[in-house]
C-alpha cells in the first residue's frame, strides 16, 4: 500500500544477542503510531533499521512496497522519509536555517533563508531564530529546530525516537501537538518512539509495546488503556 510501512518476522542478532525477535507490524497513513516499552528493549533500533542504519539479520521491512534490502531501489525511498533523532542531531557548527536546510545547501542561500523561516514559524519557533546556533538553544527549541529539518524536503514517512526527552509536561505536549498538527497538515504516516507513556495516549491511535526484543504487545488506544498485561499496567 502506498506511504505504508511494513515489517514482517523482522530479526536482528548480534553474536549470541538478539536485539530484535520476530518483528511484525505495520504503519498506514493517517494513523500515527507510537512504540513504548521500558529501556534497552529494542525500540530505536526498529526505527534505524526501518531507515537502513542498521543491517537486519533475516526478515523483510518494505517502505512503500520497497525492500529496504533493494539498496538501489531504496536509496530513493528514503529521500521520503524524515527522521528525527533522540539526541537531536543538529550540527552545532552550523545555523538554524543552515541546518534545516542542510540537504539544499547547494541552493540559493535567500530562498533558502526564507524557507527555513516558514518552516519556524510551522514549529512554533521565531523567524530570527534561523540565525541563531544550536548553542544559543533551548532543549525545547532543539527538539522543534530538529522537527522542521526532518519536514523541510516535504517527506511522505516522518519518524521520531524520543522526540519528547528530557522536556517538561508542558514542553512535551507541546512537541506532540506539533508533529501531530504536521502529519495531518502533509499527509505523513508517522511512527513514534516514546518513553512517556501518558503523554503519547493523548496524540496517538495504536501502540505497540516492546518487551526483551520482541512485541509484547499491540492494538488501539482504547484497547491499551484497559490495561491487558501487568507490563501496561506498569507502564502506565
Known amino acids: 500500500?502506498?506511504?505504508?510501512?511494513?515489517?514482517?518476522?523482522?530479526?536482528?542478532?548480534?553474536?549470541?544477542?538478539?536485539?530484535?525477535?520476530?518483528?511484525?507490524?505495520?504503519?498506514?497513513?493517517?494513523?500515527?503510531?507510537?512504540?513504548?516499552?521500558?529501556?534497552?528493549?529494542?525500540?530505536?533500533?526498529?526505527?534505524?533499521?526501518?531507515?537502513?542504519?542498521?543491517?537486519?539479520?533475516?526478515?523483510?521491512?518494505?517502505?512503500?512496497?520497497?525492500?529496504?534490502?533493494?539498496?538501489?531501489?531504496?536509496?530513493?525511498?528514503?529521500?521520503?522519509?524524515?527522521?528525527?533523532?533522540?539526541?537531536?542531531?543538529?550540527?552545532?557548527?552550523?545555523?538554524?536555517?543552515?541546518?534545516?536546510?542542510?540537504?539544499?545547501?547547494?541552493?540559493?542561500?535567500?530562498?533558502?533563508?526564507?524557507?527555513?523561516?516558514?518552516?519556524?514559524?510551522?514549529?512554533?519557533?521565531?523567524?530570527?531564530?534561523?540565525?541563531?546556533?544550536?548553542s544559543e538553544l533551548s532543549g525545547g527549541m532543539r527538539k522543534r529546530v530538529a522537527i522542521a529539518r526532518s519536514i523541510s524536503h516535504q517527506p511522505r514517512f516522518l519518524l521520531l525516537d524520543e522526540p519528547t526527552a528530557g522536556l517538561d509536561p508542558v514542553k512535551t505536549n507541546m512537541i506532540f501537538n506539533i508533529i501531530t498538527a504536521l502529519c495531518k497538515e502533509f499527509n505523513i504516516t508517522m511512527l513514534t518512539v516514546s518513553s512517556d507513556v501518558k503523554s503519547a495516549l493523548k496524540h496517538f491511535k495504536e501502540f505497540i509495546v516492546i518487551d526483551d526484543a520482541k512485541i509484547h504487545w499491540q492494538g488501539s488506544r482504547k484497547e491499551f488503556l484497559k490495561k491487558p498485561t501487568l507490563l501496561i499496567k506498569e507502564l502506565l
Open 1 to 134: 500500500m502506498y506511504n505504508t510501512i511494513y515489517l514482517n518476522k523482522v530479526n536482528l542478532h548480534f553474536e549470541e544477542k538478539k536485539i530484535l525477535h520476530d518483528i511484525s507490524f505495520e504503519v498506514k497513513p493517517n494513523i500515527p503510531k507510537c512504540i513504548v516499552g521500558k529501556g534497552l528493549s529494542g525500540k530505536s533500533t526498529i526505527l534505524k533499521s526501518i531507515i537502513g542504519l542498521i543491517k537486519i539479520s533475516s526478515g523483510e521491512i518494505k517502505v512503500n512496497n520497497v525492500s529496504v534490502n533493494d539498496k538501489k531501489e531504496f536509496n530513493e525511498v528514503v529521500n521520503l522519509i524524515g527522521m528525527v533523532f533522540e539526541k537531536d542531531a543538529l550540527f552545532d557548527s552550523m545555523t538554524v536555517w543552515e541546518n534545516i536546510m542542510f540537504k539544499s545547501l547547494n541552493n540559493d542561500k535567500t530562498f533558502l533563508v526564507k524557507k527555513s523561516q516558514k518552516l519556524l514559524k510551522k514549529v512554533g519557533l521565531n523567524v530570527k531564530d534561523a540565525f541563531l546556533f544550536p
